[in-house]
């Protein structure tokens, strides 16, 4: 079964510095990845995923991961943060079987120093 | 134009109740989702649905009876509510099985 460990429940950075969210995986077939994003009292949305093809995905805001099969990886990077890149992430996998779904990790608190 | 929408967005109970929370989505996807999301923000899996079709039922309790009358609908009765079952629901869609999800805003449930 796959399972997504996400290093450091909370990362702070200062504004303009880089950030960087550690994802890393396990899965028994070739992954699927996605990094969501969650605004206080919102939603999860889509920020990037991973299907098949370029393992460097960008995604939106700025945002790009990319797919290390041999760490069994999946960071999200950013070169610069703004304060509005304050949320929570989650990083998540799905694998083709008969029971498709998409397990999410526990999730990672981004606070964006001005 | 909401793709995909929950209400109610809060509910305040007591133990014991019973309550419902509904779900659309105007998507055209073919797949529905309940997710769970704990006060420490994890989220779990509860239910899938594809084409009104039961696929995925987690160990969840008895209580919780997800049901899709089609396959623009998903709803969550809870039975018998426990303190525990406190949490933000969220209802997602999408257009293959484990795909992208589409998240609704969630629907806050507080227990008494």
């Known amino acids: 079964a796959q399972s997504v460990t996400q290093l450091g429940s909370h990362v702070s950075v200062s504004e303009g510095a880089l950030v960087l969210l550690r994802c890393n995986y396990s899965?028994?077939?070739?992954?699927?990845l996605f990094w969501y994003v969650q605004y206080p009292n919102q939603g999860l949305q889509l920020l990037l995923k991973?299907?098949?093809?370029?393992?460097l995905v960008k995604g939106i805001n700025g945002f790009e991961a990319e797919f290390k099969k041999s760490e069994t990886s999946f960071h999200l990077t950013k070169p610069s943060a703004h304060m509005s890149d304050a949320a929570e992430y989650f990083c998540a996998v799905s694998e083709k079987t008969s029971y498709d779904k998409v397990i999410f990790g526990p999730g990672t608190s981004l606070s964006v120093i001005p | 134009d909401t793709a995909v929408s929950q209400t109610p967005k809060y509910l305040v109970t007591q133990m014991g109740n019973d309550k419902s929370i509904k779900c659309e989505q105007n998507l055209g996807h073919d797949t529905m989702y309940w997710y769970k999301q704990d006060s420490k923000k994890f989220l779990k899996i509860m239910f899938s649905y594809n084409n009104k079709e039961l696929i995925i039922n987690e160990t969840v309790p008895n209580r919780f009876s997800p049901k899709s009358p089609d396959k623009a609908h998903l709803n969550l009765h809870i039975n018998s509510l426990e303190l525990g079952d406190s949490a933000v629901y969220f209802c997602a869609s999408s257009q293959v099985l484990a795909g992208e999800l589409f998240f609704g805003e969630g629907s806050r449930l507080t227990v008494l």
């Open positions: 991973y299907t098949t093809g370029a393992t």
């Open positions: 899965s028994s077939v070739p992954p699927y």
